[in-house]
């Protein structure tokens, strides 16, 4: 058992979460010989997997792709059981993967870390958490997650409802039983897209609240074959450094052609093709789905008509068909029969754009005009993403917060290091490919790329980094440069910002692709870490 009183200590690395990238990062700083500590404000590892635990979570990149490449050992000895594993499986290799790794004996659970401050004096930082932890490390990584603060809107009268309240992103941890319950789901996201269809084969009545419908895609999930896994694991280092070179970090037959260029007849085939195989693969049918508004059209079109053509009640359907962003250009969702869910006589879909919710009363919602009870009410109402864990610790440097820095909006060089921040670095940070990618691809490759900075800075006598104002400022520059040559800006989505009142609208994930990207990073360090100020001993002793 690791000791759980507060410590002073000093390390030469605090990490900030003990998800899939706090994990490997601990696991990379070990094989450096270096100490860390690593500080998780949930009761064990998993993160995402570890708190979303509402019925029907579960992957939309298949597993065998969603995780670690980085021990052969490891991949080959594992085994999953369906295509798309669920949660409890998933949080289940991340206990295996703590187990076999020994991660636990250098984490410290329910522990909130609440502060950050850097001396430039010492070049150390000192890590405050709620339980009166205040260890002085060297770096600091966080690995908070891009999706780890869940949200609940402002509804007036939450506290008033007599029934209970859950949201998918804090799922109690012993399950929830809706049997004979009438249950209001608030939210039509990939998170209530894979709940909805559980929750309303167990509950008596459920009634969803839908402000903006989703673009959703049959996953087609089954059991794990073992000649699919087999096939996937002889060949594993040649598919996932391909992948790794994908613009998703998903290795998934990308067909190079436009749209626009092929007949009608001919589109549609490729698009069943790909609707039959499932999966966000649709999306790779042509090359310029994402970029040329008309092409994205003929699939947002194709995905419309499956809609209609699943949904009896065309009134259901056409509110159930997105119109109002292009598909693709908020996450597209994966699902097991979401549409035809809307079948069942105990579903209801309420339109919560012409009625939205007002607020909860002691019995239930009340929408518009019309007072809707309940039992229970789920808040499918997703996250403060990318930036909420981050702005949630008290970060400063010479007395600039981080939350000062970034009141317009987050801004990096490459999501992995904000200037004025030296030694703090961020896995899947804003300014990363991060939520736009296979998130373990993109976990990896920052925690690699972290490693081999913070030894190489140890191999040439430098103790701080810090990225300069001119490379972050390009790279902002190139960020809404690529992001504006997408429809993705045209979509209300929280990859803008826009699902928290007040927060500023920037488009926070890079877009140039996950293989660009790695390049990028690459040659960057290959330079002796061009765009970012090294100091330390051996950069002094040079300077004189
Ligand atoms: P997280 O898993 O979010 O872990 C961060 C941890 O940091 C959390 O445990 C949190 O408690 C902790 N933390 C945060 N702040 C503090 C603090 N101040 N002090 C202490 N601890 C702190 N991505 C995909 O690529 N494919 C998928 O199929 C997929 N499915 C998803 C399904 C759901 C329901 C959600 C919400 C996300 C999904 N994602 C998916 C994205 C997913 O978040 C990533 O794939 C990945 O799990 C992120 O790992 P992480 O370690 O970076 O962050
Ligand atoms: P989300 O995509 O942000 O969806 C939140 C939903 O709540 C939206 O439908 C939103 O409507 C609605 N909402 C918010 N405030 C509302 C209000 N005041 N009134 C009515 N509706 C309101 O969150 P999520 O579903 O949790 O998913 C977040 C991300 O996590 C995903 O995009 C994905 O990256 C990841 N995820 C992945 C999977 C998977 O398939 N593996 C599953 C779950 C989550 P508006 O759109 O109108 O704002």
Redesign the pocket.
Known sequence: MPDARPTTAAFDVVI????????YMLHRLRGLGMSARV????SG????????R?PG?????ESMQ?SYSFSPELEQEWQWSEL?AS?PEILCYANHVAHRFDLRRDMRFD????EARFDRSTHRWTVR?DRGDAVSARYCVM???????ARVPDFPGIKRFRGRTYH??HWPHEGVDFTGLRVGVIGTG??AI?AIPVIAQQAAHVTVFQRTPNFSIPSRNGPMTEAYADSWKRDYPVRREQARHMRT?ILNNPNDISALEVPDEERRRIFEERWAAGGTNFMAAFNDLIVAQEANDTAAEFVRDKIRATVRDPATAELLAPKNHPIGTKRIC?DTDYYGTYNRPNVRLVDARTTPVEEITADGVRAGDVEYEFDAIVFATG?DAMTG??L??DIAVDGQTLRDKWSAGPVTYLGLMTAGFPNMFM??GPGSPS?L????V??EQHVDWIADCVAWLRAHGLDCIEATRAAEDGWVAHGNEVAHKTLYPLANSWYMGVNIPGKPQVFMPYIGGVGTYRDICGEIAVEGYRGFALSGEAAALAAE
Not at 16 to 23: K, L, P, Q, R
Not at 111 to 114: A, I, L, N, P
Not at 143 to 148: I, N, Q, V, Y
Not at 437 to 440: A, D, E, F, V, Y
């Open positions: 900030v979460g003990a998800g899939f990238a706090g994990m500080f998780e404000a949930g590892v998993g993160g995402t997997w570890y708190w979303n509402y979570a579960r992957c939309d990149v969603y798309f949660q522990t909130r870390v609440t958490t690995a908070t997650g891009c999706l780890s603060t998918t992103g990939s998170s894979q970090g994966v996250f864990a981050l949630n610790i896995i899947t939520v990618s296979n998130m373990m993109s976990i």
